[in-house]
């Protein structure tokens, strides 16, 4: 084995922690019925769930989306595969365990971003930039604020961005096509971003036009294939296309203020992401994301709080994290030109430079709300289970259940599951809760309770915030 081969070890130890400490913080949101929206989560597992065990896409806890693997006119070819994994592991906790995994991978090239673009060929400078890559993605206090905010495969695109990234420093056709094709399949937005990063290429003008007309090849034929797959799919145009039509039609509306740039949006850039503007060619895509974050509508599940809907700054993390260590190279570089930083002197500042993100990181991860546990321990009840999961074991297979939209995570790997707040006036066509075999009724809600009692409902079983009512 080739003594450099040994540094890879180094991210093969970080992803595994990182990963874990993803893994437990998603576990635990869905085992609390804490997601940031239980009900978006229930929607997708609804979905893979149908998929997986009746080999249709079917939905009946939310009103509309089409009963298809473009369900809401997102195009991920995941909701192809993922059900295949369902089987294996039936539950949200393996969608996220999936999430975690993914974006923990991010984390070797990272490392290998970072040997190039920091290290160079210099014998230590090479993994010491590396290990610069590594604390700049895995001490980033975003990637992992987006990552957790529950299952979304455009999170994934985080991970694959830097893999394509890498593969092109490599210059490696073969594996930029393969890393491209993984980031395309994270969902569209990121098709329209995967030719812009030629245009980052360390190298003359004509071999950035080659990288991205390489990029604009793959986009292109990856877009031919989800124009062929979605032939059949009508009813749900792609929200960033529309909006983007909007803003041809009717011009630029922004919809965020100053306080969102303060409390949000700058935190994309600390610790140390503001080295991303010294690659601004790098950035780019990400800034044309953050634009279109800056300008969508607020009330429509784009949230600029770090404890909401904040998937859709997956594109600015995955380009900050790569700007940032492609500026720290340009650092790396501006010092190697002082005699005195040369050698020992420079492999010194960037080991320091290491320490102190070791240092900031934690503290920028508690501003954003971000506490992850990097050595959790798992076990049969670790993380916690709500004690409302015991309710959902006394449900009979094959029978309907209805509840609210809060609790439809405990429902949604079952077929016939409705929320009576939301999807049963649609889904059962405007029957009432006596149309379904069992109601989960939250405890304070009196009044509905009285109601499903009058309706002939019996309280069979009582755990945590919910009762679970048998119908006649």
């Known amino acids: 084995m080739k003594r450099g081969a040994l540094w890879w070890l180094l991210p093969a130890v970080v992803a595994a922690g990182w990963g874990s400490a993803l893994a437990w913080d998603m576990l635990a949101r869905v085992r609390q019925l804490a997601c940031v929206e239980n009900y978006g989560m229930a929607v997708y597992q609804q979905l893979i769930a149908s998929a997986a065990l009746d080999g249709r896409y079917l939905q009946t806890i ?11 006119g997102h195009r991920s070819l995941w909701m192809l595969v993922v059900p295949h994994l369902y089987r294996l592991w039936p539950g949200a906790e393996m969608m996220v365990c999936l999430q975690a995994a993914i974006v923990a991978l991010g984390c070797f090239p990272a490392f290998g971003l970072g040997w190039r673009s920091i290290g160079g060929n210099h014998p230590v400078g090479g993994p010491l930039g590396g290990a610069m890559g590594l604390a700049i993605y895995a001490l980033y206090p975003a ?9 979304q495969e455009l999170s994934f695109g985080i991970a694959f961005t830097l893999f394509a990234l890498h593969q092109c420093r490599r210059e490696s056709v073969v594996g930029f096509v393969l890393a491209g094709t993984l980031l395309c399949s994270a969902r569209e937005e990121w098709v329209a971003m995967l030719p812009l990063l030629g245009l980052s290429f360390p190298g003359s003008l004509r071999h950035r ?19 062929f797959l979605g032939r059949d799919f009508s009813g749900y145009d792609n929200q960033t296309v529309g909006q983007v039509a909007g803003m041809m039609e009717l011009g630029v509306k922004w919809s965020r203020d100053w306080s969102d740039a303060r409390n949000f949006y700058l935190g994309f850039f600390v610790p140390v ?53 492609d500026g720290a190279g340009v650092v790396s570089r501006l010092l190697g030109r002082f005699p005195r930083l040369a050698g020992p002197g420079r492999a010194l500042a960037r080991a320091a430079f290491v320490g102190l993100l070791a240092t900031l990181g934690p503290v920028w991860m508690g501003a954003t709300r971000v506490r992850p546990r990097i050595f959790p321990s798992f076990g049969v009840d670790n993380p916690p289970l709500a004690p409302e999961w015991a309710l959902v074991g006394r449900l009979p297979p094959g029978k309907t259940v209805a509840t609210d939209r809060t609790g439809s995570l405990l429902v949604a790997g079952r077929r016939g599951a409705y929320t009576y707040d939301e999807s049963m006036a649609d889904k059962l066509k405007g029957k009432g809760l006596d149309a379904v075999d069992y109601v989960l009724v939250p405890t304070q809600d009196t009044g509905l309770a009285m109601k499903v009692q009058a309706l002939g409902g019996t309280e069979v079983a009582r755990a945590g915030r919910y009762a679970l009512f048998a119908m006649p």
């Open 62 to 72: 939310h009103t509309g989306y089409a009963d298809h693997w473009m369900w809401s």
């Open 143 to 151: 990637s992992f604020a987006v990552a957790r905010a529950d299952y």
């Open 209 to 227: 036009l080659r990288w991205t007309a390489t990029g604009l090849g793959v986009a292109a034929a990856y877009a031919g294939l989800l124009w």
């Open 273 to 325: 992401q503001w080295l991303s503007l010294l690659a601004p060619l790098t950035l780019l895509p990400g800034l044309g994301a953050m634009f279109i974050h800056l300008t969508a509508p607020s009330a429509g599940g784009v949230d600029a709080v770090w404890t909401g809907h904040i998937h859709h700054m997956a594109p600015v993390v995955a380009f900050a994290v790569a700007g940032a260590i």
